[in-house]
């Protein structure tokens, strides 16, 4: 489920984007939980993280879009922000609060898609997930986002986490299966790597986390995709 505020001070302008949100949520199958707020003093005294993005119309009356927004970011760094405005230039400033895009009314499905693609694939980014790894001194839990990348050795799966080591004795096609929603791609047959640690490629060769790691050749195209898209989101 992912949690969406709007933050929208006009009734209409306010139910046009819901609706925009309802119809991407159905054609993209994905599970949105949206909130009204109609001031943004509510949001700002109660959140403590609850949010995964944030709609904020610059042009509040009370406190402004920005100000709101700068306030939120002091508890919360990760809420993705996009405000929505009538006039283009007054996002300009939005950027130094780290807002993700903004959107010129009245919202229409194309530029609200476009911009909630976005705001998927950076939440992609940001998700993680705990990983049992079984040890000979017993289940040892992982984090995803500490994983650098998983190798086969023997019959063995060993998870780099950059400080360290683990070993479990399983396929892997299981590690595959847990870690591939969290922007892990397989490289070959014997390596599965998280991109968000990938630092560079020469020929037939990827760095992960100072490690250098082969590209096997049946596997290239779709890992290289995989990155660039990484990359470009």
Do not use: Q
């Amino acid at each position: 489920m992912i949690n969406v505020g709007i933050i929208e001070d006009d009734e209409l302008a306010a139910a046009r984007l819901a609706e925009m949100l309802e119809l991407y949520g159905r054609e993209k199958n994905a599970a949105l939980s949206l909130n009204r707020f109609v001031g943004a003093e509510s949001v700002i005294g109660n959140h403590s993280g609850n949010f995964d993005v944030l709609f904020i119309d610059i042009e509040l009356s009370g406190i402004d879009g920005i100000s709101a927004a700068k306030e939120i970011r002091k508890s919360d760094e990760k809420v993705i922000i996009v405000f929505v405005t009538n006039v283009a230039r007054f996002a300009v400033e939005g950027y130094s609060v780290g807002a993700l895009d903004y959107i010129v009314k009245p919202v229409n499905k194309t530029r609200l898609f476009s911009a909630m693609n976005s705001v998927m694939k950076k939440l992609e980014r940001l998700r993680s997930v705990k990983i049992a790894v079984s040890t000979a001194g017993g289940a040892v839990f992982l984090d995803s986002s500490e994983i650098t990348y998983v190798e086969v050795f023997g019959h063995c799966l060993v998870y780099h986490t950059g400080t360290e080591k683990i070993a479990e004795w399983a396929p892997l096609s299981r590690a595959e299966k847990i870690l591939s929603n969290y922007g892990f791609e397989r490289c070959g047959k014997s390596h599965l790597v998280n991109l968000r640690y990938v630092t560079g490629i020469n020929g037939d060769e990827v760095t992960v986390a100072g490690d250098t790691v082969k590209i096997g050749k049946s596997k290239s195209k779709s890992f290289l995709a995989a990155l660039n898209d990484y990359i470009n989101r």
